[in-house]
Structures are given as C-alpha cells and as structure tokens.
C-alpha cells in the first residue's frame, strides 16, 4: 500500500497560493519605504543567511563540478535578480501588482514554445493559441488599468525583462540542470541573486531605509511567507507527485494577486480586466496542457 500523505500536504495548495499571491502586493508595499534594488539585496542576504543556516545543519550534498555550480548560479542569477529585480522596477515605476503577476504567469507558455525548438520539434498550434490568448488577455489587463492610472512606459519594459529572465531561468534549467537538494540549489540561487543585485543597487539607488514596523512586516513577509515558506511548498507538493496541481494553482496566482493588492494597496481591477485575467489564463491552460499531451 502507498504511504498516507501527511494532513499538512494537503492544506499546502491553499497556503502556497496565498503566500505567493500576496507576495507581489507585499513588495509593492516595501517600495514604499526604499528602493526596489535596496528591498531586493536585504530580502536576499537575510535568506542566504538563514538558508546559510538551515545548510550547515542540514549538510546537504553539493553540486561536484563547476560546470554544475555554474548552471545552479545562472538560473540564480536569472530568476533572483533579473526576474525579480526587474518586476520590483516594474513596481516601482507604477505598473500594477496584478497587471506584473499575469505577464508573469505567461512564462510557462513561452518555455513551451521555445524548448521544442531547441530539441528540432514541432510546435502545435494550441500553444501558439494559447500564447494569443494569454497576450490578448494582458492587453485587456493593461488598457482596463490604464483608464484608471498610467504608469510609465518603462515600467511595462523592465515587466518585460522581468519575463524573460524567469522564461531564460526556466529554459536554463530544463537544458543544464540537474536535480539537487533543495537546500543547496536555494542558498547558490539566492546568492547568486544578491552577486547580481548589489552592483547595480550601488551605482544607482542611495540605500536609504526608512525603518518603521510595516516595513519590517513586509520584510519578514517576503524572506519567510515567499522565499522560505512558500518555495519550500512548492518544491514539497512536486516532490509529492503534484505537478498538475501546481501548474493549476500557478493559473490563480494573479486573481489572487489583484485582489491582495486591492485590499493592501487600493488598486482597483476594472470588470473588463477580470475578463482579461480570464482569458489569459484559459490561454495559459490551452499551451500547458498541450504540452502535458505531447509527454504522452
């Protein structure tokens, strides 16, 4: 008989999503009190210390060449820093949690476009339709927010760049990666994240902090609710065999997303851009499970 799940595994969906959703407006929160490049180096050095911690309890193996270590820094460096460094810009320069969290969730079809290329495969027009629906869908997002608001141009660029470092992460990862502990990959991800951040945070924000309690909560939100908590779900419910779970609750995360931010933050969402989120993500739906076929 197979072992029983432990009862917290099936609570962990519920929580990962809130935890994850939450994080983008939580973020935007932590602008308000330094810069985004300044939020992004102390969210990252005090997880490297606590995973640095967990490490040296722990005593995980480790990558056993430097072609390995390499590959662990890169995807890092392109999710920590270029995925999230760019989003928080994003949010700096006005674009909206939710408008962010839904570009974003359009890298699974763009990973599903690109990889079969790389291995000489046809792509099926499913996941072409897919990523015109997911592209359609943001533009609703994007023109029902800007009859409310307009942000500046730029910040829907660096919410660009901030895509394409998780699809290059993601793309990395499928070519050069290989399984590691979760501990390890963690500490070398985040590590190389803050390499990544503190030059440019140097040379173009002047760190100043302004210290009070709601940025501490935000702080600990985004060290222990996201890159602890919520990543440490994640990598449980995949080792558990829930994959076609976890892409479903990755199509909720900018719902989710919208609506913590409008709580936290007051940033309302138009009904025509509800409709938008919809559309996206029945996109997202049609390339994934196109690509979960071809596996068959």
């Known amino acids: 008989m197979p072992a029983s799940r432990p009862l917290w595994l099936a609570f962990a969906p519920v929580i990962f999503l809130c935890l994850w959703s939450g994080g983008y407006a939580v973020a935007k929160l932590g602008l308000h009190y330094t810069g985004p490049l300044t939020l992004l180096a102390l969210r990252f050095g005090v997880v490297v210390v606590v995973m640095g911690a967990i490490f040296i309890v722990l005593r995980p193996p480790v990558p056993k060449t430097r072609a390995e270590w390499g590959h662990l820094a890169m995807v890092g460096f392109l999710i920590q820093a270029v995925y999230f460094g ?15 969290a839904l570009l974003m969730s359009l890298q699974p079809v763009l990973v599903a476009l690109i990889v079969p290329r790389w291995n000489g495969e046809r792509v099926g027009g499913r ?15 994007i023109s029902a927010r800007l009859s409310i608001e307009t942000p500046s141009l730029i910040g829907f660029v660096f919410a660009f760049l901030g ?10 990862e499928k070519r050069f990666g ?19 951040i503190v030059p440019a945070m140097l040379l173009l924000e002047d760190m100043q902090v302004h210290w009070t309690w709601e940025f501490g909560a935000a702080l600990a939100y985004l060290v222990i609710g996201n890159s602890v908590i919520a990543v440490g779900l994640l990598l449980a419910m995949i080792r558990a065999g829930d ?10 995360v900018p719902p ?9 933050l007051g940033e309302v969402m138009p009904p025509l851009a509800w409709l938008g989120m919809a559309v996206a993500g029945a996109g997202v739906f049609l390339a994934m499970r196109k690509e979960k076929t071809s596996r068959e």
């Open 243 to 252: 994959v076609a779970r976890v892409s479903a609750l990755l199509f909720l």
């Open 178 to 196: 290989l399984s590691h502990h979760p501990v390890t990959a963690n500490l070398v991800g985040y590590a190389a994240g803050l390499v990544g």
């Open 256 to 264: 989710g997303a919208a609506l913590v931010a409008w709580a936290l």
């Open 163 to 172: 895509l394409a470092g998780i699809t290059g992460g993601s793309l990395w």
């Open 127 to 141: 996941q072409w339709l897919g990523l015109g629906l997911g592209l359609a869908g943001a533009g609703l997002v």
């Open 86 to 100: 760019m989003s928080y810009i994003a949010f700096h320069a006005g674009v909206a949690a939710g408008t962010v």
